[in-house]
C-alpha cells in the first residue's frame, strides 16, 4: 500500500498572482518578503491588488532564518498584529519558512515556547493558542516550501539546525507566477535550480518513495536538467522561467511526501559551517549518493538512468556530473573546504540523520 497527500492549492503560471486577492478574501494579511521586493516594486504591487486588507509590511529577511533576529519579529508581530488571520510570503525559501515561524502563537506569546516546538518537544503543541494561515508566493524555482509543511530554521550560535513541523504550516495556498521571477539574477537562479534537482532525485532515491512521488520527480528532474542551462545563458525569458517554475513545483510535491534525504543531511553542516549556498550543497554531492544508491532497487535504477536517458548507472553519474560540472559547480568536495579523508566520515554522519535514514541505501555506511 501507498498513500500521496498534498493538501495546499496551487495556482501557477504567468499572471498567476492576480488570483491573491480571492484568496486572501475578506481576511488581512501581513506581507513578509524580501528585501529587494520593494525596490522591484513587488510589495507596492500586493498593496494596490490588497488595499486595506495588507495590514503590514515586513521585508528584513535574511537568508537561513536564524533564531536570533526571528525572535524579535516573532514576538513584535503577534504583539502589533494580534488580530491578523493570515501571513502572504512573498519570496524563496528563506522568506516561506521565516513566514512558517511566524503562524504559530503558543500560550503566552514568547519565541521560547515556539523554540519547544522547533526543538521537538512532543508535549508542546497543546500549549498553542491559535494560529494564522498562510499563503506563499515562492518567487525562485526551486524551494518546495510553497507546497512542504516543513520550516528550516537555523541556530547559529549553537551551531545547529532545527524543524518546524506542525499540520498548519502547510500552506494553504501557492502562487507559482514565474513572471515574478524575471528578475532573479543568476546566482540565485542556479542554486535554487540545482536545489530543485536535488529535491526531484532525493525524492527517488528514497525509502518513501511511491508512484506519484516518483513521476512528478522523474518530470521535474528531466526538465531542470533539459532547462536550467539555457535558462542561465538567457535568464530574460518568460517560458523558460515557466519551465523552470513547473519543474521545481513539480519537484516539491514530490519531496512533500518523501522528505529529502542523504544530500540533503550532508548540507545542513557545509551550509552551516563552510557558508555554502543551501542549492549548491545540496547539489555537488549528487553524483557520488547516486552510484551509492546503485543496485539496491532494480526499480530506482530504471528511473534513473529514464532522467539522464543513459544505458547504466555509470553512464548516469557521469552525466549528472557533467552537467554539475558545466554549470560551475565542482563534484569535489574540496572545493567546499572538505577533505576527501574526511568524507566516509560524513556520510555515516549524515545516514545517521533524520533525513539520511530516508536514504534507500541507509545501511551503505
Known amino acids: 500500500m501507498w498513500t500521496y497527500y498534498n493538501p495546499v492549492d496551487v495556482h501557477a503560471g504567468c499572471g498567476s498572482l492576480d488570483a ?38 515586513e521585508t528584513e529577511v535574511l537568508p537561513n532564518p536564524d533564531v536570533a533576529w526571528l525572535a524579535p519579529m516573532y514576538e513584535r508581530l503577534w504583539r502589533e498584529h494580534a488580530e491578523v488571520d493570515c501571513v502572504i510570503a512573498l519570496g524563496g525559501g528563506s522568506v516561506i519558512d521565516c ?14 515556547e515556539l ?46 539546525k532545527l524543524s518546524l513541523q506542525l499540520p498548519w504550516t502547510w500552506p494553504e495556498a501557492a502562487i507559482v507566477d ?19 534537482l536535488s529535491h526531484a532525485l532525493e525524492s527517488l532515491w528514497n525509502v518513501h518513495r511511491n508512484p506519484v512521488s516518483a513521476s512528478l520527480a522523474v518530470s521535474a528532474a528531466r526538465s531542470i536538467v533539459a532547462t536550467l542551462p539555457e535558462l542561465l545563458a538567457r535568464p530574460d525569458r ?8 513547473t519543474a521545481a513545483l513539480q519537484a516539491g510535491l514530490a519531496f512533500s511526501n518523501t522528505r529529502t534525504a542523504l544530500a540533503h543531511s550532508l548540507s545542513y553542516d557545509i551550509t552551516l559551517r563552510h557558508g555554502v549556498p543551501h542549492g549548491i ?6 553524483p557520488r549518493i547516486m552510484q551509492l544508491a546503485a543496485g539496491r532497487d532494480p526499480a530506482l535504477d530504471a528511473l534513473l538512468l529514464s532522467v539522464f536517458d543513459a544505458h547504466d548507472i555509470d553512464q548516469a553519474v557521469a552525466s549528472l556530473s557533467a552537467f554539475l ?14 577533505p576527501e579523508a574526511d568524507w566516509s566520515e560524513r556520510i555515516l554522519q549524515a545516514l ?14
Open 281 to 286: 550543497a545540496c547539489s555537488f554531492s549528487l
Open 20 to 57: 491573491l486577492p480571492g484568496l486572501l478574501g475578506a481576511r488581512r494579511a501581513i506581507l513578509i518578503a524580501f528585501p529587494e521586493a520593494v525596490g522591484l516594486g513587488l510589495v507596492d504591487r500586493i498593496r494596490g491588488l490588497l488595499g486595506e486588507r495588507l495590514a503590514a509590511v
Open 115 to 160: 523554540l519547544a516546538l522547533l526543538e521537538g518537544a512532543d508535549s508542546a503543541p497543546a500549549a498553542v493558542r491559535r494560529h494564522r494561515q498562510l499563503l506563499a508566493i515562492p518567487t525562485t524555482a526551486g524551494t518546495g516550501s510553497e507546497v512542504t509543511p516543513w520550516a528550516t530554521v537555523w541556530d547559529q550560535a549553537r551551531a545547529r
Open 178 to 196: 514565474a513572471d515574478l521571477m524575471l528578475s532573479l539574477p543568476h546566482a540565485a537562479t542556479l542554486a535554487s535550480g540545482l536545489d530543485a
Open 325 to 338: 560540472e558545466g554549470l560551475g559547480v565542482s563534484v569535489d568536495p574540496l572545493s567546499y573546504g572538505i
Open 238 to 245: 518568460p517560458e523558460l522561467r515557466e519551465r523552470l517554475a
Open 352 to 365: 545517521a540523520g533524520a533525513r539520511g535514514r530516508n536514504f534507500i541505501a541507509a545501511d551503505a555506511g
Open 99 to 112: 513566514a512558517k515561524v511566524m503562524l504559530t502563537r503558543p500560550a503566552a506569546g514568547r519565541f521560547d
